[in-house]
């Protein structure tokens, strides 16, 4: 198979993927763009807590997605599964 493993930071922890070599720049890039908004976030909402952080990267993320609506639906099935993966993260640590 064409899979091997990285580690990619988001919101301040380290998690091991299994992907696809032509996955790799897209999920760095996104674990990239998480990890900024986190960082930025954390700043604005820290006595709220770390899920009110989590919470609005999953806003701009959101947004992204609602500007792609015109786009094809594979961006849209996209997304939806980034934003998936970004709820269970929230869900994790509520």
Known sequence: MNEFE???KIAGRS???K????E???IR????ILEEKTNDYSKNFA????QDVL???ALDVAMALASYEKE???MKDVMQKKLNNLNELLDENI
Do not use: P
């Open 29 to 32: 890039r996104a674990a990239k």
């Open 72 to 74: 094809d639906q594979f």
């Open 15 to 17: 998690y091991q993927l």
């Open 55 to 57: 919470a609005m990267a």
């Open 6 to 8: 990285i580690t990619v």
């Open 19 to 22: 992907i696809k070599r032509e």
């Open 47 to 50: 006595q709220d807590g770390f």
């Open 24 to 26: 790799e720049e897209n």
